[in-house]
């Protein structure tokens, strides 16, 4: 029922949200869209593909909310095992992440060319380790997209932490909680259009800017979409997973995130680019995370088994993206028309491929090597 609380401390495994997974699908090509397409091509989308930025957020508050379904409970029962955990986490993303180096190191000397000496080695040092999103200058670093993987490794630090808070015991306290949370994760683009500090009167996703990078790049710009993400979970729990309720959610998450999306320019880029849809992206997850038709829809396997791939081809969609067009490959094969419509199409494929032989292999042997479960 809906405000009620189950008494009994569950830890067991908690059932697959398939919804999600198939969502993270559409999210993942969003992304590769927002990257490699002239958003105009795809009509009433166009907001959306044009603001493919927004799908990152959306990552980092799934990305939360996942381990909390996952593991809140087990930390509130002291069964979450530090170690076994954070190597778990280093075991599902450092091998794709290390590959998006690897395959990145053809813009080495672009690098150089755009930063001081300094920079340059400060980012071949902390790429490896995980830690170039801390400096903004270097956040993108070799490969666009893994600045989002050094959040990420921050979060799962402090996760543990945010997992062992109090079991919520109703709705409306927690609510007011979740709302204060995002309220913190608005400070950052507030202050920023508050105080300008770049000099740029209209931001938006071709503006660069020193604090502007901070905003877009940096663990701390993020973290109250992951925190809420965690808060997330626990609210699931509280509300049943069957009912009108949750599809009314999901629907309703959706509409107001196109809606806002639509709005194009007349919503400050800074706002929008996390903290604004942090509450919209709530209800999207709730309603997926139900039993609803949208969440059946959405669940379809096909979108399930590409949405499994879609860390791969996030991570790696720069790098595919070069080799398909360093290779030339379209135009001497004649099927340079088709493009880049043949290019997506390859991407998703790739990234499938780079999940079965490369990620999934590489968790078995590392896993193996550290002797971790899960």
């Known amino acids: 029922m809906p405000g009620s609380i189950q008494q009994q401390v569950d830890t067991s495994k908690p059932a697959r949200l398939n919804a999600l997974t198939g969502l993270r699908c559409f999210a ?13 091509w795809f009509g009433p989308l166009a907001p959306v593909v044009d603001a493919g930025f927004v799908s990152v957020s959306y990552f980092i508050l799934l990305s939360g909310f996942v381990l909390g379904y ?19 986490r280093f075991t599902r993303i450092y091998p794709i992440y290390l590959l998006s180096l690897l395959l990145s190191w053809g813009q080495l000397g672009q690098e150089y060319q755009s930063h001081t000496h300094a920079m340059f080695w400060a980012g071949m040092v902390l790429s490896p380790l995980l830690l170039q999103g801390w400096i903004p200058a270097i956040a993108t670093f070799l490969n666009t997209p893994a600045w989002t993987m050094s959040a990420e490794a921050f979060y799962y630090v402090i996760f543990p932490w945010l997992a062992r808070w109090k079991r919520p015991e109703r709705v409306q306290p ?16 507030a202050l920023y259009m508050a105080f300008n ?10 503006s660069y800017g020193q604090w502007l990078w901070a905003l877009k790049y940096t663990p701390y710009a ?8 965690v808060m997330l979970a626990n609210l699931d729990q509280m509300v049943g997973r069957s009912g009108r309720l949750r599809l009314i959610l999901g629907v309703g998450g959706f509409a107001g995130i196109y809606w806002l999306l639509a709005l194009g320019p007349r919503v400050p880029y800074a706002l ?14 709730l309603g997926l995370a139900g039993n609803n038709p949208l969440a059946y829809a959405l669940g379809w396997r096909p979108l399930v088994f590409v949405g499994e791939a879609s860390y791969c081809l996030y991570l790696l969609h720069f790098n595919f993206w070069n080799l ?8 001497w094969s004649g099927l340079n028309r088709f493009d880049p419509w043949l290019s997506y199409l390859l991407l998703i494929g790739l990234g499938l491929l780079a999940l079965h032989f490369i990620e999934k292999p590489a968790q078995r042997v590392l896993r193996g090597w550290l002797h971790v479960s899960r």
């Open 28 to 40: 993942a090509i969003n992304v590769v869209l927002f990257h490699f397409s002239n958003p105009q």
């Open 70 to 88: 996952n593991y809140n409970e087990k930390a509130r029962a002291g069964e979450l095992d530090l170690r076994r955990f954070w190597e778990a």
């Open 174 to 189: 927690y609510l007011w909680k979740m709302a204060g949370i995002w309220g913190l994760g608005m400070v950052p683009g």
């Open 197 to 206: 500090p770049d000099g740029i009167a209209h931001p938006n996703r071709f």
């Open 222 to 229: 993020h973290v109250a979409s992951f925190v809420f993400g």
């Open 272 to 285: 929008i680019h996390d903290g604004l849809l942090m509450p919209l992206f709530g209800c999207v997850v």
């Open 324 to 331: 398909i067009h360093d290779s030339h490959f379209w135009f």
